[in-house]
Each structure stands twice: as structure tokens, then as C-alpha cells.
């Protein structure tokens, strides 16, 4: 296994929670690195800039002061995920703040840079980078990001559309350093599952929309309690990036899930749809196909604690399966 060294001994479960847009708050992040996952979310959650700064101040302090009161079973590290794409403005802006946080985990997506793996390691931190396919992943790891993110088919967001099974496989061929896998996780046999295959840490999203910390309407938390993976549809319309939603929120706007249009690939937003009125992620929905394993809306340390219990559970039956 090639877990982090940031990581180990940190860990209640190998288990990292992905950055939700406008969902991940520092509630959610606290709560999740409390319980003993690594908790994240995207920078550009935080609008204004000034909001970014008094984040990683509370979520530094009140971690340090959890760690302090609890130096046998400490917190896990966090997480800020930075858009590596020429639409993010704000890109230099919020490394200056990682950098004054000495922020322990960079997760980069759409798009690698070297200067930016180079920046993260100068201050002793590490960079996760997702990838949707093995070019994406060659290139991440030949431009020094240390591990690597395989977003397979059934992540919610922006979501690849190639097997986990394929693509860990594909990775493992000339990789062996960390590498997390995401898609349609959302229990703790399929935390065990995703080792199993090779990962060394499973990425969940989806379930902690669910949680009572999380950022979003009570409706849509109940959506992933009351809908299943039947009600997901994956498409380009929304930010010119593939990914997937849950077509009863699409149809509430007004539109046919099942009848589309294909987005302007070139016309990448990601605060609201290209080429739809309505908004992703407020008004149209993002999930993963993981989401019958959500059954009530819960604590975030009450899914940790739930999947912690199921991962312990999967891996004695292997031991002993009578």
C-alpha cells in the first residue's frame, strides 16, 4: 500500500472526502477530519477571497486545538481543491493563502502544472490530482503531483466514463505510489472493494451531501435518500464537462433528461450551465450512481462511524466468511 505518510496514523478508514462545490464547508470538513477521514472542499467555495482566509484560519485552529485535547486519536488532515484551469482567476490568489495555512493536502483538477506541485512540496504538503483516464494520469504524475485521483465511471460531478476496474488497472501497470479511487462508493465494502483493486484510499462525495452539515437544501439531501442510480444522467450540458445529476432536479427546470443537448466543450463553466439556464450545481443536482447506500440524512461523523463499522465487517468475512 502507498498511503501518504501525511496520512498514516491519521486514518479511522482509509478514506477521503471529496470537495462538494458550494456543499463542502468548514462544518463539514471539521466534522469529517474528526472523525477520522480527510476532510476537503474547493477553494472557490469561499467568495469572497477574504472568506478563503477566514476558512483555513478556523479550520487550522480548531484542528490543532482538537489535536491538542486528543493526542491518541488526533484529526485527520484536510483538503483544499484548486481548479487548475485558465478560468479560475483566482488560482494565484488562493495559493498565497494555502501557502500562509501551509494547507497539508492539494487536490488539483482540470489541468496540472508543475508550478503548483512545486509550490505545495515547498511548504512540506502533498498534491492528490484527479484524472478521468491513464494520459491524464501519466501527465499528472510527470508534471510531480505525488498521487493520483481515478475518477471512474459513476463519480458524481464531473465524472469519467471508464470502468474502475479498467482504469486502476491500467494506473497500477507503471504506478505504485498513492493512488485514491471514486465512483459510486458509498459504503464500506466498497472502501474495502476499491483496495482490493489496488487504491490505497477510497474518494467519497456523494453520501456527505446527505449529512446535516453539508451546504445544500434539505430537498436535496433527500433526494439522495429518496432516488437511486437509475435517477442519474450523465451529460456535458450544464458545464461544458461531462458529469452526473439526478434527472429529477433536471426535470424540475424544465428540461427532458433523456432528451439533452450536447454542450459546448470549449464553453466550460463551472458556476453555472453553458448552455442551460439553470444552474449546476444549485439548481441542477450532482450525485454518484453510489447513492442507494444513502438511507437517512445523518451526522458526518454518523456516516464515518456507518462506514467504518461496514469496512470492519467486509474485511472479517474475508478472514472468516462462515
Same mark, same amino acid.
Given at each position: 500500500?502507498?498511503?501518504?505518510? #501525511? ?22 470538513? &471539521? ?17 469572497? &477571497? ?15 486545538? !482538537? ?15 484548486? #481548479? ?8 494565484? *490568489? ?108 477510497? !474518494? ?17 439531501? *433527500? ?21 452526473? !445529476? ?42 454518484? *450512481? ?18 467504518? *463499522?461496514? !469496512? ?11
Amino acid at each position: 500500500m502507498a498511503t501518504p505518510s #501525511i496520512m498514516v496514523g491519521k486514518l479511522r478508514i482509509p478514506v477521503v472526502a471529496a470537495p462538494l462545490f458550494i456543499i463542502s464547508n468548514p462544518d463539514l470538513v &471539521i466534522a469529517q477530519c474528526k472523525a477520522g477521514i480527510v476532510g476537503s472542499f474547493p477553494s472557490l467555495n469561499a467568495r469572497p &477571497i477574504e472568506v478563503l482566509d477566514e476558512w483555513l484560519e478556523r479550520i487550522t485552529t480548531e484542528l490543532k486545538a !482538537y489535536d491538542e485535547a486528543n493526542p491518541d486519536a488526533p484529526s485527520a488532515p484536510f483538503a483544499v481543491n484548486q #481548479i487548475v484551469h485558465r478560468s479560475n482567476d483566482r488560482l494565484d *490568489q488562493d495559493m498565497d493563502l494555502c501557502e500562509k495555512y501551509q494547507v497539508p493536502i492539494v487536490i488539483t483538477s482540470l489541468g496540472a502544472k508543475v508550478e503548483i506541485n512545486e509550490r505545495v512540496h515547498s511548504w512540506g504538503g502533498i498534491v492528490l490530482h484527479d484524472i478521468i483516464n491513464n494520459k491524464f494520469a501519466k501527465k499528472a504524475i510527470e508534471k510531480g503531483a505525488d498521487g493520483l485521483i481515478a475518477v471512474a465511471a459513476g463519480a458524481g460531478g464531473h465524472a469519467g466514463a471508464l470502468s474502475p476496474f479498467a482504469l486502476i488497472q491500467e494506473i497500477r501497470d507503471w504506478f505504485d505510489g498513492p493512488l485514491l479511487l471514486s465512483g459510486s462508493i458509498a459504503n464500506g465494502n466498497a472502501v474495502l472493494a476499491a483496495q482490493a483493486m489496488g487504491a490505497d484510499l477510497a !474518494y467519497i462525495g456523494s453520501a456527505f451531501i446527505a449529512t446535516k452539515e453539508a451546504n445544500a437544501d434539505l430537498a436535496y439531501k *433527500q433526494a439522495l435518500v429518496d432516488y437511486a442510480a437509475s435517477d442519474i444522467v450523465y451529460t456535458n450540458l450544464f458545464t461544458g464537462v461531462h458529469g452526473n !445529476y439526478l434527472a429529477p432536479s433536471i426535470t424540475a427546470n424544465g428540461l427532458d433528461p433523456e432528451n439533452l443537448p450536447t454542450s459546448d466543450a470549449s464553453q466550460m463553466n463551472f458556476g453555472s450551465g453553458g448552455n442551460a439556464e439553470a444552474k449546476a450545481w444549485k439548481d441542477i443536482w450532482g450525485c454518484g *450512481q453510489g447513492i442507494g447506500a444513502v438511507t437517512a440524512i445523518v451526522s458526518a461523523g454518523e456516516l464515518v462511524e456507518r462506514l467504518s *463499522q461496514e !469496512y470492519a465487517t467486509a474485511k472479517a468475512k474475508l478472514v472468516s466468511p462462515d
